[in-house]
């Protein structure tokens, strides 16, 4: 049996750091950036979502990529 993994949809998420509440709680949020194709390289993706964060008021926490893929017996 061949297994095959066929990639489906690849999307980055950016966590923020708002700082935190009056109570001490920690607040974020969080973007997403979607329709990425699943053949860009990893540095690629993180470079441009380092200049884009530059662009942010609030700090990155996280920089996350998802990806999705189907695994098909390729037989």
Do not use: C, H, W
């Amino acid at each position: 049996m061949a297994l095959e993994s066929r990639p489906l949809n690849t999307r980055v998420q950016i966590q923020f750091n708002l700082g935190t509440d009056g109570n001490g709680k920690k607040l974020t949020a969080s973007r997403s950036l979607s329709n990425i194709k699943p053949t860009a390289l990893d540095q690629d993706i993180y470079d441009v979502v380092s200049a884009l964060a530059a662009l942010q008021t609030y700090p990155v926490e996280v920089i996350r990529k998802v990806a999705q893929a189907d695994l098909v017996n390729a037989e």
